[in-house]
Structures are given as C-alpha cells and as structure tokens.
C-alpha cells in the first residue's frame, strides 16, 4: 500500500471512529433525559407503554405506532424530553395517529432548524419557525405550517420548556392554509379520486372474475365488496370481528343480514366504542356470513375473532392493547390490499393505466354518488358515518356537470382499452363446455327464438341472463347468435334512459355494451376468415 494510501483509510478510519463515538455519547445524552419521564403511560384507549426508550413501536387497536427520536438531528438532542412529554399529552388524550403526525410535524421544523446551525437548539425560536414557513410556505397544499401551529399551540398551552413565546405568537397570528381536504374529489382525480360508473362495473367485474378463477384471496374480494357497498374507512375494516355481523330470521322465515361497523374519528371515543349498522343485499349477506363462519373455526378467541384476520406476526410484546389479537393494523392491511388487488386492476380508461384500487376510493366514489343523486349534507354524512358536515362539502363540489361529461366520453367504444368480455367464441354450438345439457343454453325471446351462446357454469348465478352474461368469463357465444339483436336494444334503452332519467341510470349497462360490441368484432373476424379458407380451398 503506497503512502498516500494509507494515510487515506487511516483517515478515513478515524473519522468513522469519530462519527460512532459522536453517536454514542448522543444516545448517552438522550438516555439521561429519560430518566425524568414516567415508567408507564395510559393511552385514551386504557392500554399502557412505556415511554423512557427512544423508539416506540407499538400497535394499538388497528394503529401502528413507529415514532424513533433517534433519526431526529442532534441539533434538537435538548427538545426531546420536552417532545416527548407533548406527545405522551397527545395519546392521552387524542387519537394515536395524531401523535404520530405531530412527531412528524416536529422532524420537518427539526429538519429545517439542522439546516440552519449546527449548534445543539434547547428553545425552538421565531427565527426557526420563520425559516420553516420560508422553506416551505403558509399556502402548500398539506399546511404544513397550520400542522406546525397545532402543534406549537400544544405545547404552549402545556407550558413545557423548549418554546420561546415570540415563535408560539408568530404562528398563531399568521394566517395559514389548512390541509387541502377533498381537492381528490372535487377534481374526480383519476388516480385517487372517485371511480365511475364506468370503472365502478369494471371492478366488479374484474373482481368477480379473479375470485371464480382463484386469482384473489376471499378476504380481499369480500373486504372490496364490502368498502363498495358501504363506503367506510379501511381502519373501520380492520376493527371489525365476525360477531359484527349479524343472520336474522323474522316471523316468516325470511332471512336478512345486517353489519355493525365501528365508526371512527368520533370525540371522546376510541375504535369499537359505537357502530353504523348497515344492511347488507341478501346474495352478499348469504356469501359474507359463510365466510365469516369459516372464519370463525379458524380462531379459539371467545367470539373475539376478526372479520378480516391478519397473517402479519409481530414481535411478542407488540401489541399493547387486548381484543385485537390478529386484527390489521391500518398500515399493514393498506399495503397488503393495494399488493393484491393491483393484480387484477382493469385499466382505467381516463389514464389508459391499471387503476389505482385504494379502499378511500370507494369511500369517494359512495359520498360523491350520493351529492350527484342530490342528497343533502346530513345525509351524506350519516352515509359515510362522519359526525358532522364540514368534511361533506367536497362531494357535494363534485358537481352533475362534471359527472355528466366523463358519462359522455366513456359511453362511447371503450373496447380497445378494456377487456369487457371475458368468454371464448363457440363457431360449433357442439363444441360448448355442456353441450349435452339443454339447460345451458342462454335465450332471451324478447330479443330473438335464437340462442346466443351457452353457459359453462352449472352455478345457478340468478343474474339478469343474457345481459348479465356478456361480462362473465363463463359466457361461451355463439358465432351465429344474434348479439347485433341485443346491442341494437341495448343501445336504444341507454338513449332513452339518459333523457327521463340521467346519465347514471343510464349508464348501467355500459360494461355489457362494450362486452357485447367485442363479441360482435370477434364474430365478424372469424367469419371472415372462415370465408378466407373456404376461397383458398
């Protein structure tokens, strides 16, 4: 090795050397300021942690916890105890995410205070919020400096060290933009804003195909048909247990079912501590319960047992509060969703892209259906379970006219970009997958005495046949069947339904328009090519 090598990695060596020894004395520092806090602290949930260690990782309920004062600057090594003593104020009292938030909040202004000195900070200045608002604004779209105020509000009132009174005054006299609620939904953002009718039968399509053929796990397809048909928040999912649902038989024998959902976000109230009961439509009652009971024998928790249980394991210790045991936790189900749905995810036709299949979605999409079917506030936030209306009025922004054009654009031939039919084409009627039995084949004699394919299923589905039949990829068509027939009606009806009664209940059978359009393309491809082989023979 040539001298200035070595003196290179000595170097080298020596400044990690340093850089480890800088750390440890850090930690050392930190691990004093700990000695002042309580051993035990109780969450507005009743369940305990403790707060000395400078990592805390805990779930509690359905929410994770992941809040490291170790990854914050060294320059606020002297805030930390005074941190921490706010957000141990703010699990007492509020909702364990928002602590996590304003810990976040505090790593941004940690963050820009690092960037502005090197010197260790033991008070938070106007000179440090000044600069946080230069870096990045009064007016972005997060609000970042009103997440800031919150939090520096907090810590005033508490009277904790660490906050001079000039930086907790100039926030709260500046004028600050709040965080952008709804701008998803009042843009029908095509990525995380509501869905359309369009896509909506998309989905349900696609959704019921993947589950017949095995391609999507059965508490995923009925988590997507339950946030379809109810428009909740995914921790509400999470929190869920089987006995929640609930089997009813009235005087007559007739069967119905109803859910009970845990709200969230309510004052004063943890997860589970009030419900929305829903009723559900008897087909997916029926599926739903059967579900659950397999479900059920699965766990020995004395009728505990989650709804939608988690396969995630957990260090022992985890999870801090009882009668969640192997519930989601809101991150972890979010993620492992989106994995799984994003396998089956139709291509939108306003991004040309696998749509974004994200449980907020059908949230959106319920509240926004709603405010165009013209209900009020009131009602729409009983629908989507919030407590009042000052969250409801982005649905109601997202307004017919919007709703309306897209209704025009995708009511024409989307066929290139979905694949609406999922069936094969039979050119020999002999050849279908129960050609021996009669009872397969699919007729309708209001649009014609012919056939127009047949059904490989022996499920009795009780769909609308052969509407239904076009999107179901056990439809086998006919190549001689009379698909123009449908299409010519079905095409007529949506005319007419658009003018007595709008463009949503018009737009029902847009799917099975598109399918239908693509059986009619392939039919006439064959047929060509038939007459091809017949010339050259």
Known sequence: ???????????????????VEAARKRREAWAKLDDELPSVVTLRSKSHFDPR???????????YVAINFESLPAQVAPLVLPLKRVLIHTFEKNSPSYAVNLFRTFKRLALTIASITAEPVSEITDWHVSSFIGQ????????????????????????????????????????????????????????????????????????NSAYASNLIEEQYFYLTWLAILTGQRISQYCALKVKDLVRKVDEFGDISYEISIPKAKQREEVIRDSFLVRPLVFQFGEALWAYAQGVKAMF?????EPLFPSDVEHRPGHRIGAGFEWHWATQELAKHYKEALSAIAPVSPRTMEPMNLAIGRFRDTIGTRAAQEGFGELVIAEILGHSDTQNIKAYIA?????????????????????????GRILSKHEDATRADDPASTIKDFRHSKEGFGSCGSKYDCKFRAPIACYTCFSFEAWLDGPHEKLLDHLEKERERLFVTSGPRVAAVNDLTIDAIRAVIRECNRIKTKMKEEASNE
């Open 136 to 207: 990045h604004g009064l007016k972005d779209e997060l609000g970042l400096a009103s997440q800031l105020g919150a939090l520096l509000s907090m810590w005033s009132k508490l009277q904790y060290r660490g906050l001079s009174d000039e930086a907790a005054r100039l926030l709260a006299n500046t004028k600050k933009k709040g965080n952008s609620k709804g701008k998803a939904v009042r843009t029908l953002d095509p990525v995380n804003g509501p869905f359309t009718d369009y896509e909506l039968q998309q989905i349900v399509s696609a959704l």
């Open 1 to 19: 090795m040539s001298q200035n090598e070595f003196e290179f990695f000595a170097a080298d060596s020596a400044e990690s050397e340093a850089e």
């Open 398 to 422: 997202a307004i017919p006219e919007i709703a309306s054009r897209l209704d025009r654009l995708l009511g024409s031939d989307l066929a290139p970009i979905a694949s609406a039919f999922l």
């Open 300 to 304: 020995d928790l004395d009728g505990e």
């Open 53 to 63: 260690p400078m990592f805390w990782s805990f779930a509690d309920g359905v929410t």
